[in-house]
């Protein structure tokens, strides 16, 4: 069976993306945060960045376990679910 990844809405991809670095950095998991990544490093701190050896993990979510990842995950489909009972609630 296939898998369909398709947006329904295109233009969400920018959030989703903003609220996967928010949610890693709030985890405190390191990640760096950027277009294409490259890692913005002025806020590199405060988005979960971490420096090791001189190093700045930059974007991409390899080096994180499939647990990280998949509470990343989890923790976007719970605000998703909030945010659309709080918007749609009678």
């Known amino acids: 069976m296939a898998r369909n990844n398709r947006k329904i809405v295109p233009e969400s991809r920018h959030v989703l993306q903003q609220w996967k670095y928010e ?11 950027g277009a294409e990544g490259v890692a913005d490093t002025e806020f590199a701190g405060e988005l979960g960045a971490t420096s090791s050896g001189g190093h700045i993990h930059r974007g991409g979510w390899g080096h994180l376990t499939s647990c990280e990842n998949g509470s990343i995950g989890g923790e976007i489909t719970k605000r998703l679910v909030a945010h659309a ?4 609630s009678l």
């Open 23 to 33: 949610i890693a950095a709030e985890f405190g998991l390191p990640v760096g945060y």
């Open 85 to 88: 009972e709080r918007d749609f």
